[in-house]
């Protein structure tokens, strides 16, 4: 089970310059609430022996141990830093996923036993990779905060949008989400103000902050950040990466939207009254059908589920659509099965033969919209 966790709120904004003290107030890591072991690049593949779990984890140990020496200091708490390039293939399957969430889970299983205290998974363009590092964080029960490489219209290198990312992984339990603007820093105020009425977690701010001052960086908080993540490639000891938090001061009108399905590149968010299409069975001629659905007067495509064989045509399938995708199965095996390898949120179609608990278990469980 995924356990609880919020970073305590810091009075002041990071990089609050606090001279009375003598201290040297560019070290802003001094406000931070929570300090990152420096692990992104120790893998299987950098070791000198490639399956020595052992090595592994005495790396980790080490990186872990050095941040928690300069977090006592703070009375923060120590983090730990994946990265998507980790998982070496961009192909999706159901079992190139199962390798990824194998792969998170020993990683994570390591860092949890050395003691950080969370994990930020970062460099991410691929939504399916980002659901893998979700599904092991809660398995494993550290708190994980992935973050997604956008451009200024909220889309990855290749495709995701990074609102459906947000609907996706919030409702599949990753406890903060960031963005990093390959546009630069300029472009994220704008990007955080879009997708803070729909943020049911911390959202973080990334970026080379060692530059701006304190105007600039409120300016990131009055738009919707309350995590700032250092990306500073400076090794030295006084400028780890660092995360500090502080209170949002953003705060428009109204309740949070988050009832929304959505695909890889496209978010819906849902009216009260769904109008579901007929019954599309799964075959290798599917994609055919889910483009003409653009063209009724419907919203949101239904597609009849018999077995496993028709999850894996769904998987690789799914973003021929530009609609929301409701699912009808008949027996739990095959709903699970399609709850988990869907790159996105799904709606399920509650009239069926699962019985009540068990299917609202598992959209619980996948953050799935029971309908």
């Avoid at 209170?247 to 695909?263: H, I, N, Q, T």
Wanted: negative net charge; proline residues 3%; aromatic residues 8%.
């Amino acid at each position: 089970m995924k356990k609880n966790f919020t970073l305590p709120l810091t009075a002041d904004l990071p990089g609050h310059k606090d001279e009375s003290d003598g201290a040297d107030s560019t070290d802003r890591s001094r406000y931070a609430n929570l300090i990152l072991a420096d692990t992104q690049h120790i893998n299987h593949a950098n070791l000198e022996e490639t399956d020595d779990d052992d090595e592994l984890a005495q790396r980790y140990k080490a990186a872990v141990d050095k941040a928690k020496k300069k977090a006592f200091r703070n009375g923060a708490y120590v983090g730990a830093v994946l990265s998507s390039e980790d998982c070496c293939s961009e192909e999706y399957s159901c079992g190139v996923f199962e390798d990824a969430v194998f792969d998170y889970l020993e990683k994570m299983t390591i860092l949890r036993d050395c003691g950080a205290d969370l994990v930020v998974v970062k460099n991410n363009s691929l939504l399916w990779q980002m659901r893998a590092a979700v599904i092991a964080g809660v398995q494993t029960g550290i708190p994980v905060f992935v973050t997604v490489n956008a451009d200024e219209d909220g889309k990855s290198e290749n495709e995701v949008d990074y609102i459906a990312a947000l609907i996706t992984l919030q409702s599949l339990g990753a406890s903060g989400f960031g963005i990093y603007s390959t546009d630069g820093i300029a472009e994220l105020p704008e990007l955080l103000q879009k997708i803070f009425p729909h943020a049911e977690i911390p959202l973080i701010a990334l970026g080379n902050f060692s530059q701006l001052d304190e105007t600039e960086l409120r300016e990131l908080a009055v738009s919707g950040a309350s995590v700032f993540l250092n990306t500073s490639e400076n090794k030295d000891d006084t400028s780890l990466s660092v995360l500090s938090s502080c209170k949002s001061l953003f705060d428009p009108e109204g309740e949070k939207d988050s009832y929304a399905a959505a695909v890889e590149s496209e978010v819906f968010f849902l009216p009260e009254n769904i109008e579901l299409s007929e019954p599309i069975e799964c075959d290798y001629g599917m994609s055919e059908d889910l483009i003409d659905m653009d063209d009724e007067n419907i919203n949101s495509v239904f597609i009849q589920l018999n077995s496993s064989d028709d999850v894996t045509v769904l998987s690789v399938n799914s973003n021929m659509t530009r609609l929301p995708v409701t699912i009808h199965a008949n027996d739990s095996t095959t709903l699970e099965a399609a709850l988990r390898y869907f790159t996105g949120r799904l709606i399920v179609d509650s009239r069926c033969a699962v019985e009540r608990e068990e299917l609202e278990a598992l959209c619980t469980k996948y953050g799935a919209i029971l309908y």
